[in-house]
């Protein structure tokens, strides 16, 4: 048996994931992205956003590649999403079931992205729990391996970012004047982290943090996001309310985290707590919902949802970030 795998939580992986040009060579993180690369990627999402009735938009842009999909914890949305992106788009998609594959055996990731690369496969797209495995592979990779970061630990959801900029895009025309309330489990948050950065980076209005005090961030970490306990308060006027659910696989000790019926009464968002907050604001959540616990079931399918138009977006902006960074690829 050998010893468990470390990865070092260095610092550098904004730079690690630029080219010279300002081009993504890796997409790691939404932090040091500017403004106009993620306007640039959310516009090549939208020319990927098929209207309902139409058939999914497609194109050859990454024939001849291979994308595979590592996934070392759960997901619905994010793996269909980029299984469907890199097809679309015309690629060999490998969709590697690693409870099945040689980790089991011992082998190590390293040992197992050299065995893939060895294959040619061109895209690594990885989700992991622990904190800085995307950025440990993308040290590691050749220079012609891009590696896609679908979820790591409660840091980074960097394409969850782009899917909700988008998405709030389509419905509000300009970022600085927006309220967004975000509501939930923040402190075990990758979704939170990566939206508010990427609001932050495109001048969000204001934007409200609302947990119980356990679930709350360090007060520190996003010092341009107002932080509150009172579910009320964050709502009040808000243009766009995310609901997020507890990560219980993240949490050590419930203790002193409300139980269903608490949480939902102080902190779950429905249809008549809404009223406070402007009458055309939209409803997100990123997936998977407990309905009846961060948000209310007939909330989440009501018309001020957005929630399925969140997941229609995901699989375009996961079409633009592989032709993206497939652009840059060294063999052509
Ligand atoms: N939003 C999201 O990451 O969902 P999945 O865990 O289903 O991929």
Redesign the pocket.
């Given at each position: 048996m050998q010893a468990p795998e470390t990865f070092p939580n260095q610092d550098d992986e904004a730079g690690l994931q630029l080219n010279a040009d300002g081009s993504l060579r890796h997409l790691l993180t939404l932090k040091g992205l500017d403004r106009t690369l993620l306007v640039q990627l959310l516009d090549d999402a939208q020319r990927f956003v098929s209207p309902i009735g139409e058939a999914a938009a497609r194109s050859q842009s990454l024939a001849g590649r291979t994308v595979a999909n590592l996934f070392f914890e759960?997901?619905?949305?994010?793996?269909a999403s980029f299984d469907l992106a890199g097809k679309r788009l015309g690629a060999d998609v490998l969709n590697l079931d690693v409870n099945t594959s040689s980790r089991k055996k011992g082998e190590s990731i390293l040992d197992m992205i050299y065995t893939l690369q060895a294959m040619r496969v061109d895209i690594m797209v990885v989700r992991d729990a622990s904190v800085g495995v995307p950025a440990y592979i993308a040290r590691h990779v050749s220079d012609y391996v891009s590696i896609l970061n679908a979820?790591e630990a409660d840091v980074s959801?960097p394409t969850?970012g782009l899917l909700d900029l988008l998405t709030i895009r389509q419905h509000k025309k300009r970022f600085d004047e927006l309220t967004v309330t975000i509501v939930g489990d923040i402190a075990h948050s990758r979704?939170a982290r990566s939206t508010a950065q990427g609001l932050h980076t495109l001048g969000v209005g204001e934007l409200r943090l609302v947990s119980p005090p356990p679930l709350a961030p360090d007060p520190g970490e996003m010092p341009y996001a107002c932080l509150l306990d009172n579910l009320d308060e964050g709502l009040r006027d808000a243009d766009v309310v995310m609901a997020l659910r507890i990560q219980r696989e993240r949490i050590g000790s419930l203790d002193g985290i409300p139980g269903i019926d608490e949480y939902f009464a102080n902190y779950g968002i429905s249809r008549e707590r809404m009223r406070i907050a402007a009458p055309d604001a939209i409803v997100m959540h990123?997936?998977?919902m407990n309905r009846g616990i961060e948000i209310e079931s007939a909330l989440a399918d009501s018309p001020a949802s957005v929630i399925t138009q969140q997941v229609a977006n995901g699989v375009a902006v996961r079409m633009a970030v592989l032709e993206h960074v497939s652009k840059s690829m060294t063999w052509q």
């Open positions: 759960p997901s619905t949305r994010t793996r979820g959801h969850q979704v990123p997936g998977p």
